[in-house]
């Protein structure tokens, strides 16, 4: 019997060959774009899950009430650290790391920039990052210690045994290897290729002096718990520890965040978890399930516009003493086999799309087929869209009597009709929302990019800061100058396009208790005239002005919190001292640009340094301006090769993840449209099908082609539009949801509604109109011949 079912099959398959071929297709574009958007899913939800303690390892967050809600941050007092090994017998040990940056690694002629942390010894006893050689209990406690990846030993040493070698780190101090890790797995939060020992960190002053400050927020600290369980037992004794040691000017209180929701829940509002990744990997799972449901929806419509010639098949099976279960399970077996080949085919494409796909979305996903987990899922799909495909046309054309269909009494389709209508409603429904959604997105992304900066990223260049720079600053400046090639330079403590400190402010008339934190830029003299930001009022800072350390510049953002009648000549409250406020600038974008900038301060304190700011002149050739410049940064910090970027290709960094989602959904938008058009192809064939002996009266009566093509179009457009109406309202109130996130934001044009419905029901007309057509110019004498 199995045998006759897959012979029927196959020559019911060659038969329908055109059919079979858009039905197979159908159903593997839809598996393909599931597979690949679930290889996405699955990357993104794996982040972090390889550490073996990972529901008993946490990050220390604060909490802290001003400004009418409360704020969370990263960011903690070094003491921290060791104060948590003390405070509650739930905590079983603590780390402290700094934020990571690029190192200079040199081994004889070889200079390598790897990325890296400085981090206290119990590091790898806690996260336990697998050690190829060395002890993780003991790597890190030498203070001139060092450990390094696989890649960086292989780029520093080839295929000698890095243990024991020296590298000169940052062109100030030898360190001794003593542990080489496995490479640092993609989806892990800390990407890094060498850990520095936090002991040689605290030979630099400004990390020695705050050992003991509670005042200063710069440290990231984390714990590990002897049990995962009872972190809120922790909580609860660590929540006051910073209000104990005098940090009472605002409330503040540590909480502890799981390392297993870093990646995917890292945005608080308010003092509670309000998304982060989580969103987008919500958003297209959904879009997944969209697509296989549109791919499965076009099989059973495709399947059923076929059904009249199996109808007889079924007739037959049953009058010879087939029962209802075989010839049901006889089209589940059907539609498990073309689900079977349609997943093999769209596995193949997957392979062939993936390369195109990883670069599209910055990874390097594979399909691991040694993976139980990719079999159970694929077993899972196959079984799924097999049945859920199969179940509607299996259980309809079983339910037919052998002597109606035999006799020719069964209008097949007919009552029918409603389902598969409904079921082409919810694909355009879907479809639709897909597109208002795709068009929204790529609005607002552009709202963004659009908006006023507040400098100008012309020509602006940034170097990172080093040692050298710093003590042949004034020199590379004047140089830098006298070149040509360069019309002015600045430092700062963060590149134009980031905030690096934020700080509390006070000024004269501030309501008592009220605080409100300002982005923070600690900078020297030509910092507005580098950057392009205009002076509103008042001056800049001057070496005219000796008193200028004392002074003060703050953006319109704050004054106009700050509400100042006489702002010139304010004397405002920072860090415990007075600061007279001398000029006020303009908004200038350094953060997210999804955000409403904030109010931000500029102070005059050229040792807070981190990045060198370069406009060049623009007079000549770019390329030999930086070939000037170039010389002579090698000729001021010769132990590091000259790394620049250009800020408008830094800043473009910050549209990564809503410019792939906007690409993505764009991607599988289109793709979900095409597999729509199929599935509307489908029933427009069914009812050319069944109305061929009405189209051939109509013909006969008189009717032109064009009214036959209307009269067929007339039911496909009430489709259309019924899921206009329907998916219209639910595509604007999603897409206000997803909006919220976002400070800076559109509102919904109005257009996109009518637009995309104008689309929409174009397309289908298009399809429509084939196949009405076809039907209406096909000779009626065929049609009435059994009449």
């Known amino acids: 019997m199995l045998k006759n079912y897959l012979l029927v099959t196959f020559r019911n398959l060659v038969k329908n060959s055109v059919y079979s071929v858009i039905n197979i297709a159908g159903l593997s574009i839809g598996i393909a774009c599931s597979i690949l958007i679930l290889l996405w899913v699955f990357d993104e939800l794996s982040f972090d899950r390889f550490h073996p303690k990972t529901d008993r390892l946490f990050q220390v967050w604060i909490h802290a009430s001003y400004d009418g809600k409360i704020n969370s941050w990263t960011s903690v007092p070094l003491p921290t650290y060791e104060a948590m090994k003390t405070a509650d017998s739930n905590i079983k040990n603590s780390v402290v790391a700094d934020w990571g940056g690029d190192h200079m690694l040199t081994v004889g002629e070889t200079r390598i920039l790897k990325k890296g942390h400085y981090v206290s010894e119990e590091f790898l006893t806690m996260f336990e990052f697998p050690l190829v050689k060395g002890n993780a209990a003991q790597v890190l406690t030498d203070v001139h210690s060092i450990v390094i990846s696989e890649a960086a030993a292989k780029a520093l040493f080839g295929d000698a045994d890095p243990i024991n070698q020296v590298i000169r780190v940052d062109d100030e101090a030898d360190l001794k290897v003593t542990g080489v890790l496995k490479n640092v797995p993609e989806n892990s939060s800390f990407q890094f290729d060498c850990l520095l020992p936090w002991k040689y960190n605290e030979t630099r002053s400004w990390v020695k002096e705050n050992k003991s400050n509670w005042g200063n927020y710069s440290f990231q600290v984390f714990v590990e718990l002897n049990d995962g369980n009872k972190e809120e037992a922790v909580e609860k004794a660590i929540v006051d520890m910073l209000a104990k040691h005098d940090q009472v000017d605002t409330k503040r209180e540590f909480f502890l965040h799981p390392l297993a929701r870093w990646r995917l829940h890292s945005h608080f509002e308010n003092g509670k978890e309000s998304g982060g990744m989580i969103e987008y990997v919500q958003m297209f799972t959904v879009i997944a399930i969209f697509i296989l449901i549109i791919a499965c929806i076009n099989f059973m419509n495709l399947a059923t516009a076929r059904s009249e010639r199996r109808a007889r098949e079924v007739g037959?099976?049953?009058?010879?003493?087939?029962?209802?279960?075989?010839?049901?399970?006889?089209?589940?077996?059907?539609?498990?086999?073309?689900?079977?080949?349609?997943?093999?085919?769209?596995?193949?494409?997957?392979?062939?799309?993936?390369?195109?796909?990883?670069?599209?979305?910055?990874?390097?996903?594979?399909?691991?087929?040694?993976?139980?987990?990719?079999?159970?899922?694929?077993?899972?799909?196959?079984?799924?869209?097999?049945?859920?495909?199969?179940?509607?046309?299996?259980?309809?054309?079983?339910?037919?009597?052998?002597?109606?269909?035999?006799?020719?009494?069964?209008?097949?389709?007919?009552?029918?009709?409603?389902?598969?209508?409904?079921?082409?409603?919810?694909?355009?429904?879907?479809?639709?929302?897909?597109?208002?959604?795709?068009?929204?997105?790529?609005?607002?992304?552009?709202?963004?990019?659009?908006?006023?900066?507040?400098?100008?990223?012309?020509?602006?260049?940034?170097?990172?800061?080093?040692?050298?720079?710093?003590?042949?600053?004034?020199?590379?400046?004047?140089?830098?100058?006298?070149?040509?090639?360069?019309?002015?330079?600045?430092?700062?403590?963060?590149?134009?396009?980031?905030?690096?400190?934020?700080?509390?402010?006070?000024?004269?008339?501030?309501?008592?208790?009220?605080?409100?934190?300002?982005?923070?830029?600690?900078?020297?003299?030509?910092?507005?005239?580098?950057?392009?930001?205009?002076?509103?009022?008042?001056?800049?800072?001057?070496?005219?002005?000796?008193?200028?350390?004392?002074?003060?510049?703050?953006?319109?953002?704050?004054?106009?919190?700050?509400?100042?009648?006489?702002?010139?000549?304010?004397?405002?409250?920072?860090?415990?001292?007075?600061?007279?406020?001398?000029?006020?600038?303009?908004?200038?974008?350094?953060?997210?640009?999804?955000?409403?900038?904030?109010?931000?301060?500029?102070?005059?304190?050229?040792?807070?340094?981190?990045?060198?700011?370069?406009?060049?002149?623009?007079?000549?050739?770019?390329?030999?301006?930086?070939?000037?410049?170039?010389?002579?940064?090698?000729?001021?910090?010769?132990?590091?090769?000259?790394?620049?970027?250009?800020?408008?290709?830094?800043?473009?960094?910050?549209?990564?993840?809503?410019?792939?989602?906007?690409?993505?959904?764009?991607?599988?938008?289109?793709?979900?449209i095409f597999i729509t058009g199929l599935g509307l192809f489908g029933l427009a064939a069914f009812t050319a099908e069944q109305r061929t002996k009405e189209i051939g009266i109509r013909k006969v009566l008189g009717a032109s082609v064009g009214s036959l093509v209307g009269l067929m179009s007339k039911d496909f457009s009430r489709l259309v539009i019924i899921a206009f109406v329907v998916a219209a309202p639910v595509a604007w109130w999603l897409l206000n949801i997803f909006l919220e996130r976002y400070q800076y934001r559109i509102s919904i044009p109005w257009w996109v509604f009518p637009f995309t419905g104008f689309v929409a029901l174009a397309f289908a007309l298009i399809i429509v109109s084939t196949q009405a057509m076809r039907a209406a110019r096909s000779n009626p004498v065929n049609s009435l011949r059994n009449e």
């Open 316 to 672: 037959i099976r049953k009058s010879v003493g087939s029962r209802r279960f075989e010839i049901i399970f006889q089209f589940l077996g059907e539609s498990l086999l073309i689900s079977f080949l349609a997943f093999v085919i769209a596995v193949l494409l997957a392979e062939l799309l993936l390369p195109a796909y990883n670069n599209l979305v910055d990874k390097h996903l594979f399909i691991a087929y040694n993976s139980a987990s990719f079999w159970i899922f694929a077993f899972g799909l196959i079984f799924f869209t097999g049945i859920i495909s199969g179940s509607y046309p299996a259980f309809y054309l079983s339910s037919f009597q052998p002597s109606k269909v035999l006799k020719g009494k069964v209008q097949v389709g007919k009552s029918a009709s409603l389902p598969r209508k409904i079921l082409v409603t919810l694909q355009f429904g879907f479809s639709i929302l897909l597109i208002i959604g795709t068009l929204v997105i790529y609005r607002q992304i552009e709202h963004v990019k659009s908006r006023d900066l507040g400098y100008s990223q012309k020509n602006l260049i940034t170097v990172d800061y080093t040692t050298d720079v710093g003590k042949n600053y004034k020199v590379l400046k004047q140089e830098l100058l006298q070149s040509g090639a360069v019309s002015s330079v600045t430092k700062s403590n963060s590149p134009i396009t980031g905030i690096y400190s934020n700080n509390f402010l006070a000024w004269p008339g501030m309501e008592p208790g009220r605080k409100v934190l300002f982005a923070t830029i600690a900078t020297e003299y030509d910092y507005t005239k580098t950057m392009g930001i205009k002076l509103v009022e008042g001056r800049d800072f001057s070496e005219d002005f000796k008193s200028d350390t004392a002074a003060i510049l703050v953006n319109k953002a704050a004054m106009d919190i700050m509400q100042l009648k006489n702002p010139l000549g304010a004397q405002l409250d920072l860090w415990d001292r007075k600061v007279e406020l001398i000029g006020i600038v303009d908004n200038v974008l350094m953060g997210s640009p999804e955000h409403q900038i904030g109010p931000m301060f500029i102070v005059l304190q050229p040792e807070w340094i981190s990045a060198v700011s370069i406009r060049l002149a623009g007079a000549n050739d770019l390329k030999e301006e930086l070939s000037k410049v170039e010389a002579i940064f090698k000729k001021y910090n010769p132990a590091y090769p000259f790394e620049y970027t250009f800020v408008d290709v830094e800043f473009q960094k910050k549209f990564t993840t809503i410019a792939m989602t906007s690409k993505l959904a764009s991607l599988f938008a289109s793709l979900a």
